[in-house]
């Protein structure tokens, strides 16, 4: 079983950027494909981002294609989400989540663990 941590939210003015980590423990990362999903006040946990297990394939949701990047350090044990040119839309709990699979899924039933989640804030 993997634990996930995520870091690296915070308050940001729209246009800026921030990096998100999720750190793995208990068990190897690289045996997992890992998505991010966000979950504002009121609303539903949506598909941010994932990658497959070996890397070699991301997806995007259209609201963050381009802004965003997804990308994994096995050795580190963790996944990074890049995001730029942040917008107030953007403002939600960023969830890492990791599933014993070689490909992503885009929907939340799909990942089996999840981290607690870190608070991103853009303000206009």
């Given amino acids: 079983?993997?634990?996930?941590?995520?870091?690296?939210?915070?308050?940001?003015?729209?246009g800026g950027s921030l990096r998100l980590s999720c750190v793995a423990?208990?068990?190897s990362l690289s045996t997992y494909a890992v998505g991010w999903f966000r979950q504002a006040p009121g609303k539903e946990r949506d598909f941010?981002?994932?990658?497959?297990r070996s890397g070699g394939s991301t997806y995007y949701a259209?609201?963050?294609?381009?802004?965003?990047t997804i990308s994994r350090d096995d050795a580190k044990n963790t996944v990074y989400l890049q995001m730029n040119r942040l917008?107030?839309?953007?403002?939600?709990i960023y969830y890492c989540a990791a599933r014993g699979a070689n490909y992503y899924a885009v929907v939340a039933h799909a990942y089996n663990y999840w981290g607690q989640g870190t608070q991103?804030?853009?303000s206009s």
Avoid: N
């Fill in 87 to 92: 917008k107030p839309e953007d403002t939600a």
């Fill in 62 to 68: 259209d609201s963050v294609k381009g802004r965003f």
């Fill in 25 to 27: 423990s208990g068990r």
């Fill in 120 to 122: 991103v804030t853009v």
């Fill in 1 to 14: 079983q993997v634990q996930l941590v995520e870091s690296g939210g915070g308050l940001v003015q729209a």
């Fill in 48 to 52: 941010v981002t994932a990658v497959s």
